[in-house]
C-alpha cells in the first residue's frame, strides 16, 4: 500500500556540518509513529523538513505519491503543535482555536459551530472566552492540539509536545493523545527523547542517532530485540556482554564471552562466525538462583541491592567482566529478601530473552 507520507533518502546540511544522512521514513495514514533520539539527534530538523519550514539537501518528501516540494507550508495538509506551543497570547482561547479557519476566509457561523465540535473534542468546552494566560499548562496543550485538528489535517506533527508538563498531567494527555489519535483516524508523527514514552504510546518507533536511523520497529519489538547497541542502551536498560560468535543454530547462538559461553538469540541473518557481538538481557529477564545451573549462564557477586519503590535492582560483579555492572531486577514481593553484598549467585536466561548485537563502531559523527 502506497504510504501517506515517505521521507526518501533525505539529507540536510547547516553550512558544513551534516545533521541529517539518509533519513528514509514512511508513514501510513492511521498510525501513531514516534521518532525517538537523544537531545541533538536530528529529530526537529526532520519535523521540520515535513513541515516545510526546512529546505533540504538531498532526497524527496512524497505525499500520497506526490512531490512535496513545490507545495508551500500553508498548503501542506498537516499541522504543526510546536514544543511551546506558539500560542497567540493577545487572543482568546476560541479566537487561537478558529485562526486556522479565519485565515482560510471561512463563513464566520461555520468557524463558531467548528471552535465549538473541536473545543469539545479536547475537553475544553467551557474555557473559549479566557486567554492562554489563564490556562494551566495542560489547557494550553490541548487548545495548541485544538488548533491543529480544525482544519482537518491528514497529519499532525508533535515536537516533544508533553517535555513541560509535569509527570501526573503528563501521563494524563499521553492518554489523551493517543485515544485522539484513535478517534480522528489521522496519522501523528510524534517527537521525544523518552523512552518509556515512545513504548507507551506508538505504532511504530524510529529510533535516531546522530542524523541517522538505528532501527525501526513496533514498541515491544524494539524493545525486545534491539539490533544496534545504541538501541539497546537508550530503550531502557540493558546488560551487555562483549564476546565472539562462537556457533548459530537457526536463529540461537552460542557466544564465547569472558564470563563463560552464552546463549543468545539473533534476528534475521548472523554475522559470520568469529565476529565480534554483544549479548543483550534485560534486568528483569535475568533469572537468579542460589547456586548456578551447571553448563547455564554466569555466576556473579552481588554488589548492591537497591529498594526502588515497585522493583528492586541488584548490582552484580563478575571477575572476568572488570568496570561491568550487571543488573538484575525482580518485583519488589520479597523474592529478593535475604540476599547481601559479596554473596555469590547464579544468573541465567532463555535464550529467546537475549539479543545478539552486531558489535561494529558506533556511527561515526556526521
Ligand atoms: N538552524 C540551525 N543551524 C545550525 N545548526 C542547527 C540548526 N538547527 C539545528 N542545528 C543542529 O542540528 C542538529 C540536530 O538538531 P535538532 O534537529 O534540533 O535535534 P533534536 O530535535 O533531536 O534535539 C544539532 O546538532 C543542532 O545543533
Ligand atoms: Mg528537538
Redesign the pocket.
Known amino acids: 500500500m502506497q504510504p501517506l507520507l515517505h521521507l526518501e533518502n533525505i539529507s540536510k546540511r547547516?553550512g558544513a556540518?551534516r545533521?541529517l544522512e539518509g533519513i528514509d521514513i514512511t508513514v501510513a495514514g492511521n498510525e501513531f509513529l514516534t521518532i525517538l533520539?537523544p537531545?541533538?539527534?536530528?529529530?526537529?530538523?526532520i519535523l521540520r523538513i515535513i513541515g516545510g519550514f526546512e529546505s533540504i539537501d538531498g532526497g524527496r518528501l512524497m505525499f500520497e505519491g506526490r512531490d512535496l516540494a513545490a507545495v508551500p507550508i500553508n498548503r501542506r495538509p498537516f499541522n504543526t503543535v510546536f514544543q511551546d506551543y506558539a500560542l497567540f497570547h493577545h487572543m482568546t482561547v476560541a479566537e487561537n482555536v478558529g485562526y486556522g479557519l479565519k485565515v482560510r476566509g471561512r463563513p464566520r457561523a461555520e468557524i463558531a459551530t467548528r471552535v465549538a465540535e473541536v473545543m469539545e473534542t479536547v475537553g475544553l468546552a467551557a474555557f473559549g472566552g479566557r486567554y492562554p494566560a489563564q490556562l494551566s499548562g495542560g489547557q494550553r496543550q490541548r487548545v495548541a492540539l485544538a488548533r491543529a485538528i480544525i482544519c482537518e489535517p491528514r497529519l499532525i506533527l508533535l515536537d516533544e509536545p508533553l517535555s513541560a508538563l509535569d509527570v501526573e498531567l503528563r501521563a494524563q494527555m499521553q492518554r489523551f493523545l493517543k485515544s485522539l489519535q484513535r478517534r480522528l483516524g489521522i496519522a501523528f508523527v510524534f517527537?521525544t527523547h523518552d523512552q518509556e514514552e515512545a513504548i507507551a504510546l506508538s505504532d511504530r518507533i524510529i529510533v535516531v542517532n546522530g542524523g541517522r536511523i538505528e532501527q525501526e520497529g513496533a514498541p515491544e519489538q524494539l524493545y525486545r530485540r534491539p539490533h544496534t547497541p545504541f538501541t539497546a542502551a537508550f530503550l531502557g536498560e540493558n546488560n551487555l556482554i562483549a564476546g565472539t560468535l562462537a556457533a548459530v543454530d537457526g536463529p540461537l547462538c552460542a557466544v564465547d564471552t569472558p564470563a563463560g559461553r552464552l546463549a543468545a538469540t539473533v534476528d534475521g541473518p548472523a554475522p559470520p562466525t568469529g565476529s565480534a557481538v554483544l549479548v543483550a538481557v534485560r534486568p528483569e529477564h535475568v533469572r537468579l538462583d542460589a547456586a548456578p545451573m551447571p553448563g547455564e549462564g554466569l555466576t556473579a557477586d552481588v554488589a548492591d541491592v537497591r529498594f526502588l519503590g515497585a522493583n528492586v535492582m541488584i548490582e552484580l560483579r563478575h571477575a572476568a567482566l572488570p568496570g561491568a555492572l550487571l543488573k538484575v531486577r525482580r518485583l519488589a514481593d520479597g523474592s529478593a529478601a535475604g540476599l547481601v553484598a559479596g554473596q555469590r549467585v547464579g544468573l541465567s536466561w532463555s535464550a529467546g530473552d537475549a539479543a545478539l548485537l552486531r558489535a561494529g563502531p558506533a556511527p561515526a559523527a556526521l
Not at 537531545?39 to 530538523?45: A, E, H
Open positions: 547547516y556540518v545533521v533520539g537531545s541533538g539527534s536530528g529529530k526537529t530538523t517527537i
